[in-house]
Every structure is written in structure tokens, then in C-alpha cells.
């Protein structure tokens, strides 16, 4: 049996019980109040609140709308939700870095692992969220492509809080600003590649492309080594490899704010 | 004419077209208020509310691609705004042991028989509850349903299975519980 034709059945059975749970019901002459109610509502409302809020976060200096933004963004899904993001992508790193043999291959995995971690968190920082009409209402002052952009920047901050004390840890003795930086440039290379697909093509089909790119980057890493983005290091390819990356991070970012530019300029 | 029709109407300045929409919606409406949160004040609150902002968005010249769940997603956000303010929310209701044991003991009657059904769904969380109430009581069609809660339609169907297979979990304990009573 098919899951529709359970479902059909299923709603049958049930359908004799539901009707048990009557409720009362409103009067002809309480319809009639009630529209009269909302059309004196409407008329005797001081002022229009959304012009009212539009009109006050306007007169706001521009750190404090950024501080808005951020806040709105971390408020939105909650202290408990970022932090238990946080602790997984801590125990993930830890947990990859710990289950490897040497530093040299150590590295490359916690590399791999975690820009793996970082498509993982992306895409559920980026999951929609219905949570009632009021925090629909903060948000909305803020466009879409802030907001995304606030939780990107939000994921990238909680990664370098964990990573970068970790990557001294990993690296030891050879640690140094360009080795940190170098293990450091995949996993923002993926973050980009996340926030920008999801902006371009949604959240589940962002988060499909970026782990097609990294899965991509797996094979490339067995076969050509030269074109990986996992490098060492040490690798005498390092330094393009970054560039590399940053320059494409940089235009992917560069697309978003073409995209937002050309939806303004249609509107 | 259909709902959308109205909201263009009322798009276009002719508040009548919201006098019809009320008429229209005002006991399903509030009678998917009250099973939410089964209280007959509050669900006029919620329901004005939301016609409220039915009445404003057309105003403002808003007219949606379907009326229907674009109402229900108002209230149903109304309905989340109350819990989360008042932080009166409950997912579960706890038992209420020997005292609802010897209720369903003596299901007997219509009156009893709601109550029942009204305490079982009450232990189902909101997710739960609020596609039973939507496809049940208001009629909605699947797609309907996942444009209310903005969740994708093999969701709708997998909380309708499940909610509904919970439910009939509730009815056999309760039956068990009730003819260990009758030994």
C-alpha cells in the first residue's frame, strides 16, 4: 500500500474521533463585532508601528544597526543553539586531530574534517526558522542577504575561535602566522562557497554544491595533488593554492553583492 | 469569487471585501484558535489578530498567492507569539494519573469521548497537533498545510502518520489502563 493510500485510510479511521473535539462557535452577531472591532482598531491606531520601527532603527548610528543585525541574528536562534554549535564543531576538530597518526597527515585531515564541519554548520545556521510573527518583524527590517551574511560571519568568528588555539596545538613547534593562515584558508573557502551558493541558489541546493566541491576536492587530492586545496604547509604550492582561494572567495562574495546590488536596482 | 479576489478587492479600498473574508473564515478561524490553545478569550484575541492583519496587509496593497494558508501561517504565528510571551507553552501535558484513568474508565458517552480526545491530543507536541488540527478541522490539503508551517509536504504526511499512530499508542494504553481498572 502506497503512503498516500495509508494516509487515506488512516484519516478515514480517524475521522469519526476528530469530529468528538467540537468547539464553540462564534455567533452572527459576534462576527459582526468582531469586524467592527478590527475596523475601529485600524482606524484609531496612533500610527503606523511598522513606519514607526522603520523610522526609529533609521535614526540609528550605523554601529548600532550592525550591532542590531548581529544580535537579532544570535537571538534568533538562541544562545543554546549557537553554542551547542560551537561544542560540535570543538569536538569534531578535536576529535579528527585526535584519531590521526603523524602531524603531516594530522594536518591534512583536520583540514578536510574541518571544512567538512564547516559545510555542516553553514547549512544549519542557515536553516529556516519559523518562530512567531514578532521576531519576523525585527528581522525583516534587515534584508535577507544581511542577515545570511551576519550568520556566515557569526560560523566564520566561532571557527577561528576554535581552530586558531587548536591549530597551535596541531602545528606545534612549526607554527607561525602563514602556517596557521594556510590551514586555516579551506575552511573560509568553504564557508564562502556555502553562504554564496545557498545565496544564489537556496539553502539545501547551497549546501549540495559546496559538499560537491569538497567532494571533489577529495578526488583531486588522491589524483593531482597540485590542484587540491588541501595543501601543507610546507608544499611549494601553498602560496598559490591561497591566493587562489582568496581571490575566489573574493569574487564569490563579490557575486552576492552584485546580486543584491542588481535586485535594488530592479526594484 | 475567491479569497484572493477579496484581497485584491480590498487592495484596491473596497473594505467590504474584508467583511465577506470574515464572514467566511471567522468559525474556522476560531475554532483552530481555541483547540491551539483552548482557551474561548484568547482565541478571539488570536482570531482578531489575525484578521487584523489580514485587513492591514490588503490595505497595503498585499494580496496572497493562496489566501487560506496564508491565514492559518498568521495565526498559527500569533498563537507561537502568545506562547513564547506568556512562556505558557507546553509541549506535553503531564499526567494526570488516577483521576483521567477513571475518565476514560467510563467512555461512555459523546461528552466523555471529547474529553478524551482532548486530553490525547494535548499530549501531542504543537508540530504534531498542528497538522492533525489543520487537515482534520480545517480541511486543508497537504501542499496547503506545508505552506502554513513552511515545512515540505512529505513532513506534512509524516507528522500526519506519526501524530496518528501516537495517538492510537495513547487510546490502547489508556485501554489497558482502563481494564486493569475494571479487575
Given at each position: 500500500m502506497s503512503e498516500d493510500q495509508e494516509l487515506s485510510r488512516l484519516e478515514k479511521q480517524w475521522k469519526n474521533r476528530f469530529e468528538r473535539y467540537t468547539s464553540p462557535e462564534p455567533t452572527t452577531e459576534q462576527t459582526f463585532r468582531l469586524l467592527a472591532r478590527i475596523k475601529e482598531t485600524e482606524e484609531t491606531k496612533p500610527a503606523d508601528l511598522r513606519a514607526e520601527l522603520e523610522a526609529a532603527q533609521s535614526a540609528q548610528s550605523a554601529a548600532s544597526k550592525l550591532a542590531g543585525l548581529f544580535l537579532a541574528q544570535w537571538n534568533f536562534y538562541g544562545l543554546r543553539s549557537w553554542m551547542l554549535t560551537g561544542i560540535v564543531m570543538l569536538l569534531l576538530t578535536v576529535m579528527i586531530n585526535a584519531g590521526t597518526g603523524s602531524e603531516m597527515s594530522g594536518l591534512l585531515a583536520w583540514m578536510k574534517g574541518g571544512s567538512l564541519v564547516m559545510i555542516a554548520v553553514m547549512g544549519y545556521a542557515f536553516r529556516s526558522r519559523n518562530k512567531g510573527n514578532d521576531i519576523i518583524e525585527v528581522l525583516s527590517y534587515y534584508s535577507l542577504t544581511h542577515q545570511m551574511f551576519a550568520r556566515f560571519i557569526i560560523v566564520m568568528a566561532l571557527q577561528v575561535a576554535i581552530t586558531l588555539p587548536l591549530s597551535f596545538l596541531i602545528l606545534?613547534?612549526?607554527?607561525s602566522v602563514s602556517y596557521v593562515l594556510g590551514s586555516f584558508m579551506p575552511i573560509f573557502f568553504f564557508g564562502t562557497v556555502g553562504f554564496t551558493s545557498a545565496m544564489w541558489l537556496g539553502h539545501r541546493a547551497g549546501v549540495m554544491v559546496t559538499l560537491f566541491v569538497w567532494l571533489s576536492q577529495m578526488l583531486l587530492d588522491r589524483g593531482g595533488k597540485t590542484l587540491?586545496?588541501?595543501?601543507?604547509?610546507?608544499?611549494?604550492h601553498v602560496i598559490g593554492m591561497t591566493v587562489g582561494m582568496t581571490g575566489l572567495a573574493g569574487l564569490l562574495l563579490g557575486s552576492v553583492l552584485l546580486k543584491n546590488n542588481l535586485k535594488r536596482d530592479f526594484k | 469569487m475567491q479569497d484572493e479576489d477579496y484581497m485584491r478587492q480590498l487592495s484596491f479600498g473596497n473594505d467590504s471585501a474584508l467583511d465577506t473574508l470574515v464572514f467566511r473564515y471567522h468559525k474556522l478561524l476560531y475554532g483552530y484558535a481555541y483547540r491551539l490553545l483552548q482557551d474561548e478569550k484568547l482565541a478571539e484575541d488570536i482570531v482578531q489578530e489575525t484578521f487584523l492583519k489580514i485587513y492591514q496587509q490588503g490595505k497595503k496593497g498585499y494580496v496572497p498567492d493562496q489566501f487560506k494558508p496564508w491565514m492559518y501561517k498568521i495565526a498559527t504565528n500569533s498563537c507561537k507569539d502568545y506562547w513564547r510571551k506568556?512562556?505558557?507553552?507546553?509541549?506535553h501535558v503531564t499526567d494526570k494519573g488516577e483521576e483521567r484513568i477513571a475518565e476514560i474508565h467510563s467512555i461512555i458517552d459523546r461528552q466523555v469521548e471529547r474529553k478524551w480526545m482532548i486530553e490525547s491530543l494535548n499530549q501531542l507536541s504543537f508540530e504534531y497537533r498542528s497538522v492533525l488540527y489543520l487537515r482534520?478541522?480545517?480541511?486543508?490539503?497537504y501542499a496547503e498545510i506545508a505552506l502554513t508551517l513552511d515545512i515540505p509536504v512529505n513532513t506534512v504526511k509524516g507528522r500526519m502518520a506519526r501524530g496518528l499512530k501516537y495517538l492510537e499508542g495513547i487510546l490502547i494504553e489508556d485501554d489497558r489502563k482502563g481494564a486493569g481498572a475494571n479487575e
Open positions: 606545534g613547534g612549526e607554527s587540491s586545496m588541501f595543501q601543507l604547509p610546507w608544499n611549494e | 506568556a512562556s505558557t507553552q507546553r509541549e482534520f478541522y480545517q480541511d486543508l490539503k
